[in-house]
């Protein structure tokens, strides 16, 4: 599973993502393509092939990318869509890379999950159509409360010590300039006075929702160094899928997310995340995946959730810090997501985070799901050597 | 780059309107265990699945996540690929490139439709207009209503005027797209798999069904079915192991074109007939498949004619039989299964269409004349050294080509 050729990521870029971009995807994802190659100093021609990913639930309309494809400057090119989450459309056009046939490649997400729809009307639209969603009581929210109580039964994890995960989180955010949801004042109370969706958890424990777009560019070796000083390497990417009824599989231990990291970490060379990776970027939907994921990740021991927190071992600075950006809590367009965090990811890696970088971030793990509560997961593995 | 090998092409069975006695991760379930029988391979040597279909015909979002047991892809990776009407052929693509990019051996692709769970029309009149489309959906529930019904003609409108266009630029008449219609629905029932099926249809039986919208009468138009497709890829080391047949991939190729049905560019106006990014994408396909003269070098075509000029039209694009003479060729039988350009010898999209799977299909069948197996007669009497496959999606805005060769490439 070693790969042939060495793929780097040259450029990424993503809105200020927003409760409301005030126009169209074509604008916004052409302003987002048009900067990004202008500070590429490349032009539309420069890339060789475009992977897309969008979702057509969420954009309410058939075939969505038909319409962006010209704005993004793929008119008349190579070009094919992703429908999962945007980390999956990144693993796509590394295959492509990959394979010889092409050198670059444009990946590019987008989503009106502020403006246009609800996120969780959207959601229940991959539940089981003959029985869970009939049956009402399953939703994205209900099922990752189940989540949430499940791991804070079993580990010990408090209520304020979730909370303390989320003041993280929002605390980063306002360092982030791309975050939508940001409060440099957050605190535990504030998270734990916040409205209730499905207790344990509340409204600072989940996701804005959000407009916003983001766009990676990816090379191979030769051209990536001509693009840029600071190529950020993938040295590791899988995926994998879990079983789809909820009652299937262990929610807590995400056996899904254990093997595409296994063979993440083996095509890398990686053989302790925890003492070798030191920064990663989280799919997190709601505060309470975070630990439960970086486990599964192996960033940090199984049940340690607790410890984590209250020693800030995961927060900037910290022994392995994880959602530098705020992760999803401080914005979560829709398919996006996970393409937000192989970004933010890559800005680790390059050193160009700005205010909330990790210092001596040289190894990055990003991680991004599809379906609810992890039911399939991606993980990349980024070096900036 | 490596090689890579189809081994295996299944189906759930014959493709027809209604299954109500399964529901969709069943069909699936008996695509991929018929794929799966025809080779040495259990589902532990299965690396990856990539999946795809039209996301919102069956109400079923990222349906993959629902097939994950149906596939026995509990614990492996799943790639959802979605492209309208050319989805099987770009799952197909990712599939190729999941091997040619070495991170994979052995790969299954899996294209579905099940029509009879959903309003096809309905998603498809939001890419003749989407913008309109949802205006009225958001203006107020009563609008709404009216929106659906006021471009109810979906992708049939769409068509005509691509088929007027066509007609145009080649002097054919309706009678033309008649004869092939006939053809395609007799070739249909030669195969076991395919949905309208004619025994020795002829013109005249086609003449006599009603103009849906001019020149498009409705034994012009496709079914809308329910089926499943399944093709197991792996490398060349693998490939005599895993099976007693084999298809190369030579050529993948894929773009697209603008979204609007006159593209704008630049100011001018083309025609939805013109399809140039389909002639660009078939030259790529050519050049990477070392094919300098596709109308020798190519034995048989499977394109996507959802509409039955369409299977006048596209051979023409791809270069396969010269500009303008499609209306020619299918009055002397030259696009026949015995004729010397044989064209859609499975009966094509207009006999079946489960839009999900229907460019895979196109590949499938492809696959099977190369591997000179297809059955119940639709099989073509001359040696499949290249075959070509075709997919068309969104209004015309898609193209796919692929290229299937009886040897890897040279």
């Given amino acids: ?82 429908d999962a989450d945007g980390s999956d459309a990144v693993l796509y056009a590394l295959m492509r890379i990959l394979s010889g046939n092409y050198d670059t490649a444009l990946v590019i997400g987008w989503a009106m999950g502020g403006s246009e729809f609800r996120n969780q009307s959207i959601m229940n639209y991959t539940l089981d159509p003959i029985y869970e969603r009939q049956l009402g009581l399953m939703n994205e929210l209900s099922i990752a409360a189940l989540q949430a109580k499940a791991y804070m039964l079993k580990y010990g994890l408090s209520e304020k010590q979730l909370a303390a995960y989320a003041e993280k989180n929002l605390k980063n955010a306002a360092k982030n300039p791309c975050a939508l949801r940001q409060m440099a004042d957050a605190t535990p109370d504030k998270v734990l006075q916040s409205k209730p969706l499905y207790l344990p958890l509340r409204e600072l424990h989940g996701y804005p929702a959000t407009d916003g777009a983001c766009a990676i560019f990816l090379a191979a070796e030769e051209k990536a160094r001509k693009l840029t000083n600071k190529p950020v390497w993938i040295r590791g990417a899988a995926s994998c899928q879990d079983t789809y009824y909820f009652g299937d599989r262990d929610l807590v231990k995400v056996e899904s997310l254990r093997k595409a990291a296994g063979r993440a970490y083996k095509m890398a060379g990686i053989k302790d995340p925890s003492k070798e990776v030191s920064v990663a970027e989280v799919h997190s939907t709601f505060v309470s995946q975070e630990p439960i994921f970086a486990e599964a990740l192996g960033l940090f021991p199984a049940g340690s959730g607790a410890k984590v927190i209250d020693e800030g071992l995961s927060k900037i600075g910290g022994k392995i810090c994880v959602n530098a950006s705020g992760g999803p809590q401080s914005a979560n367009p829709f398919t996006v997501t996970g393409l937000i965090r192989v970004a933010e990811a890559s800005s680790q890696v390059a050193g160009k985070a700005g205010e909330h970088q990790h210092p001596g971030a040289k190894l990055a793990v990003a991680h991004g799901q599809t379906g609810i509560c992890g039911q399939h997961n991606t993980v990349f593995v980024l070096s900036s050597d | 780059m490596r090689d890579v090998a189809i081994v295996s092409v299944g189906y ?188 020795g249809c002829k013109p005249e039986d086609i003449a006599k069904t009603p103009i849906i919208s001019y020149p498009l009468r409705f034994g012009h138009t496709c079914p809308a079915s329910c089926g499943a497709c399944v093709m197991i890829l792996t490398t060349k080391e693998k490939a005599s192991k895993a099976s007693d047949h084999a298809a190369w991939v030579k050529a993948v190729a894929g773009a697209t074109s603008d979204a609007t049905t006159g593209n704008l560019v630049d100011g001018q106006i083309t025609d939805p007939a013109e399809q140039a990014h389909c002639k660009v994408m078939a030259k790529k396909a050519y050049k990477m498949a070392g094919i300098s003269d596709p109308m020798k070098e190519i034995q048989v075509a499977e394109v996507y004619d959802g509409f039955a000029h369409q299977e006048l039209l596209w051979p023409e694009r791809l270069g396969l039989i010269p500009e303008g003479k499609g209306p020619e060729y299918v009055a002397k039988g030259r696009l026949a299964i015995g004729g010397d350009m044989p064209v859609n010898p499975s009966g094509g999209v207009v006999c079946t269409n489960a839009i999900g799977a229907s460019a895979l299909v196109r590949v499938a069948e492809a696959a099977l004349q190369v591997m000179g197996i297809a059955e119940g007669g639709h099989q073509v009497p001359r040696k499949v050294h290249n075959a070509l496959a075709h997919g068309w999606g969104g209004l015309f805005q898609f193209v796919t080509v692929t290229i299937l060769g009886d040897a890897p490439r040279k």
């Fill in chain 1, 1 to 82: 599973m070693a790969m042939e050729r060495n793929v780097a990521i040259v450029g990424w870029k993503q809105t200020k993502h927003s409760a409301n971009y005030g126009a169209s995807r074509e604008r916004m994802a052409f302003e987002l393509v048009k900067s990004l190659l202008a500070d590429l100093k490349i032009t539309k021609d420069d890339v060789d092939t475009f992977v897309l990913c969008c979702n057509d639930f969420q954009d309410g309309r058939t075939i969505s990318e038909v319409y962006p494809v010209a704005w993004i400057g793929a008119y008349m090119k190579d070009q094919t869509k992703v």
């Fill in chain 2, 12 to 199: 759930n069975g014959r493709f027809v309107a209604k299954r109500p006695d399964i529901n969709i991760p069943e069909l699936i379930q008996a695509a991929v265990e018929n794929a799966l029988a025809k080779t040495n391979l259990s589902f532990g040597d299965i690396e990856a699945v990539i999946e795809g279909n039209m996301p919102t015909f069956e109400g079923v979002n990222y349906p993959n996540l629902w097939f994950s047991e149906h596939l026995g892809a509990v614990g492996k990776p799943v790639m959802r690929i979605s492209t309208g009407g050319t989805t099987g052929m770009s799952a197909f693509h990712a599939a190729y490139y999941h091997v040619a990019s070495g991170l994979y051996d052995t790969v299954m692709v899996v294209g579905w439709e099940k029509h009879d769970e959903g309003d096809v029309q309905v998603g498809l009149i939001g890419i003749v207009l989407p913008d309109v489309f949802a205006m009225m959906q958001n203006f107020s529930p009563e609008m709404s209503g009216q929106g659906t019904s006021m471009f109810s003609g979906g992708s049939t409108g769409g068509a005509s005027y691509q088929a007027m266009s066509y007609l145009a630029q080649s002097n054919g008449s309706v009678e033309h797209i008649d004869m092939i219609a006939a053809q395609a629905r007799a070739n249909a029932a030669l195969n076991p798999y395919a949905h309208l099926q004619v025994p």
